[in-house]
């Protein structure tokens, strides 16, 4: 008999994480997984730039940068015990405007801060001798940071749920959760399962399943949708490793970038436009109810009035490919709309405050038997295996 069954709601790679990690820590734990698609990472997980990074970019002493400092370690470790992809190819950082070195020169101190491995200041020169096509005036080079495949992670994270005597129940959208004096009952239209704890990793839907658990209202998610080009195959050869702008503080998009995948294409991307539906990975999906909560909610109109020139400027990248292109060509000179084709895309689930905010930084709100994970932002990926540890000591504390 187990001890204690606890259910996870979301099979995205931090709920696949921290199932896996709650069985592995509390033995005689039987760990349910429950996700509404067919398959495990079916949404941000599958979806994202396949990036393992390094801490360069969060405030030293921040839950995002203790977690994605120890989370590095714990992903490389794990991928090379399972043979799966993880290739150090390096990152720079490149400042491409006079008014961006004084930027660069606070991330180099926050990086250090955060005890990025090897991190060190090039120049003009040494930018060309790593990356021969790239342009910059200086930049930071983060040799250690690396790409991997997130979705290969979170299939071998549920067959360890499995292997631990878990289940992983797809094609179970959760309805209702409701708490009872022996436990909590969770709902999938007439199929219900009983669970001692609960812990919900929702991601795009989390505030929404947050809510059917009697959890606050806020923050509130709203879907920001990131679309990539693809360097075409004969012109792959013109980066070698990760090459990024100097982000801007005020936001928590870091801008368009050039991206190696470990299938051997690169990744040119990626804007952020608001999304018009929650898993709106095409422009032409749209979602009624999805813009009336959007539209609803005061967070939202405080947001765009604070960012709508931003706005305007993603989505006209978005609409034209030569736009688009124009601010990758600051990073690559020459590479223009002839050198790509159109990629995937991706939708982030980026929490909102009322008063507009971004909420930048890891959220966890716990009631009773429930533990809701309302915020996950990258680098929610690569600090997966971290975030599930510091999780499930939430999950557990004071019991």
């Known amino acids: 008999m187990a001890d204690e069954t606890v259910g996870v709601v979301g099979a995205g790679i931090v709920g696949l994480a921290t199932a896996r990690e709650i069985a592995l820590s509390r033995p005689g734990t039987v760990v349910v997984v429950l996700d509404k698609e067919q398959e495990v ?20 002493g921040s839950l995002k940068a203790d977690l994605c400092v120890r989370g590095v370690a714990l992903l490389r470790e794990y991928c ?10 390096g990152k720079l950082v490149v400042a491409v405007r006079a008014d961006e070195l004084d930027r660069m020169e606070h ?7 955060n005890h990025v491995p090897d991190l060190r ?36 994270l549920a ?41 919900l990793c929702a991601g795009l839907q989390s505030d929404a399943v947050a809510r059917l658990a009697g959890d606050g209202r806020e923050p509130r998610i709203v879907p920001f949708r990131g679309e990539y080009m693809l360097l075409k195959p004969d012109r792959a050869h013109l980066v070698n490793g990760l090459v990024y702008p100097v ?25 952020a436009v608001l999304a018009l539906a929650r898993e709106g990975y095409r422009r032409t999906r749209i979602s009624p109810r999805d813009l009336l909560g959007l539209a609803g909610y005061p967070g939202t109109w405080r947001m765009a009035a604070r960012h709508w020139r931003t706005g305007v ?20 000179p020459g590479v223009g709309v002839h050198d790509v084709v159109r990629g995937g895309a991706g939708v982030r689930a980026q929490a909102l405050d009322r008063d507009g905010t971004l909420v930048d930084d890891f959220r966890i709100h716990r009631h009773g038997r429930i533990t809701a994970v309302r915020n996950a932002p990258s680098p ?6 971290a975030i599930a540890r510091h999780i499930a000591a939430a999950v557990y504390e004071g019991s």
């Open 247 to 271: 982000p801007d503080p005020r936001y928590p998009f870091l801008g368009v970038h050039f991206t190696p995948r470990v299938n051997g294409t690169v990744e040119v991307g990626p804007n």
């Open 313 to 332: 400027k993603e989505y006209r990248g978005s609409l034209s490919a030569a736009a688009f292109m124009k601010d990758a060509a600051h990073y690559v």
């Open 380 to 385: 929610a990926a690569t600090a997966s295996l």
């Open 121 to 156: 200041r090039v120049g003009r020169e040494e930018i060309r001798e790593l990356e021969p096509h790239a342009g910059g005036l200086a930049a930071l080079h983060s040799p250690r940071t690396a790409i991997t495949d997130y979705p290969a992670i979170a299939r071998e």
């Open 107 to 113: 991330l180099y101190t926050r990086a250090r801060g």
């Open 80 to 89: 090379q015990e399972r043979r799966l992809p993880y290739r150090e190819i």
């Open 159 to 199: 067959k360890d749920i499995e292997a631990s005597g878990g289940r992983v129940r797809l094609g179970f959208p959760v309805t209702s959760v409701r708490a009872r004096a022996s436990g909590v009952e969770v709902g999938s239209g007439a199929r219900r399962l009983r669970v001692d704890r609960l812990v």
């Open 41 to 60: 990472a079916a949404h941000q997980s599958g979806h994202n730039s396949g990036v393992v990074h390094a801490g360069i970019y969060y405030p030293p």
